[in-house]
């Protein structure tokens, strides 16, 4: 059984590090991120996703580095293998991961994913290396990130044929990025026992109620969402009301457990330890079908 099936959620760290859409540096640092590690942990949230690309390789070093100074908890570290253009040669996902293993201190890693497919070369000569990785240690299981449902299943055959299980994918999803249900692709994941990881599973902030059309979030992320933030309103105004009425949790509590109801895992980010106990506020309870069913007519304009 794979450890994911044991997991409610995780903390994803595409915010820790430099980078332009989430301002690392400006408003929160390193000191800021070992509290949300440590908080995390407090917190009963055991798995951690990161990547390559994330911050440049700089926060697989931060969490290489807060794992150290607490090696007495389990913690399972996911990763994920950039395919560039210039990555042209299966055979360097084996190199990248040894480079993964270095920034995180770690003699191999819990899961392995391809970070987004990579055509011209097939999906099937990528599944090899990454089937190799589990072959030599380097990785206990491995997933996919960004594929479409049509994509999951070559790459799910393809490690077939050499003997390994595709444990996970890892979509955007949340209840203002509801695409990958309305698609098909949660479905096949619960059908052939894919455990779905979302990511961005708060908006990547929208449903945080910080933000409206008069006070929009700054750099890009205001691009993703243009136009929505209006009808965004509404939605976190019900979830403020659900909340208010399960005694007192959060709008991104709510948001994350229905996540969590329709059979995610979410991996929200945090930059602070507070937002890292809230975070994890949305585990231990669910919203009753009533009220999953509720939240998703109020968001069933969000198909993207």
């Known amino acids: 059984m794979s450890f994911l099936s044991q997991l409610e959620m995780g903390l994803g760290t595409w915010a820790w590090g430099k980078g332009v859409v989430w301002g690392f540096g400006k408003?929160?640092?390193?000191?800021?991120?070992?509290?949300t590690f440590n908080a995390s942990l407090e917190a009963g949230i055991r798995l951690i996703d990161t990547a390559e690309v994330y911050g440049d390789g700089e926060s697989e070093v931060f969490v290489g580095r807060f794992l150290k100074e607490r090696p007495e908890e389990k913690v399972y570290v996911a990763t994920k293998f950039a395919p560039f253009p210039y990555r042209f040669r299966a055979s360097v996902l084996l190199k990248a991961l040894q480079s993964s293993l270095k920034r995180l201190g770690l003699p191999c890693v819990d899961l392995y994913q391809m970070h987004w497919p990579s055509p011209p070369r097939s999906i099937k000569a990528w599944m090899e290396p990454l089937a190799q990785a589990v072959k030599e240690g380097l990785a206990k299981e491995v997933g996919v990130s960004n594929f479409s449902r049509g994509q999951m299943l070559r790459a799910q055959e393809a490690l077939a044929s050499h003997g390994v299980a595709l444990s996970s994918t890892?979509?955007?999803?949340?209840?203002?990025?509801r695409g990958n249900e309305f698609n098909g692709l949660l479905d096949e994941c619960k059908k052939t026992g894919v455990r779905f990881i979302a990511y961005s599973?708060?908006?990547?902030?929208?449903?945080?109620?910080?933000?409206?059309?008069?006070?929009?979030?700054?750099?890009?992320?205001?691009?993703?969402?243009?136009?929505?933030?209006?009808?965004?309103?509404?939605?976190?105004?019900?979830?403020?009301?659900m909340g208010e009425a399960r005694g007192g949790k959060t709008v991104n509590q709510v948001a994350l457990n229905w996540v969590l109801c329709k059979g995610g895992l979410p991996i929200p980010g945090a930059k602070n330890a507070v937002q890292a106990r809230e975070n994890a506020g949305a585990m231990g309870w669910r919203l009753n079908e009533a009220e999953v069913a509720e939240l998703d007519g109020a968001s069933r304009h969000f198909r993207g």
């Not at 408003?27 to 509290?35: A, M, V």
């Not at 890009?220 to 309103?233: A, D, S, V």
């Open 27 to 35: 408003g929160y640092g390193d000191k800021d991120l070992r509290e």
């Open 170 to 177: 890892q979509m955007q999803y949340s209840l203002v990025r």
């Open 201 to 241: 599973p708060l908006g990547m902030g929208m449903l945080s109620g910080k933000y409206s059309p008069q006070n929009p979030p700054s750099g890009p992320r205001r691009l993703f969402y243009w136009g929505q933030l209006g009808r965004i309103q509404a939605l976190v105004a019900k979830l403020r009301e």
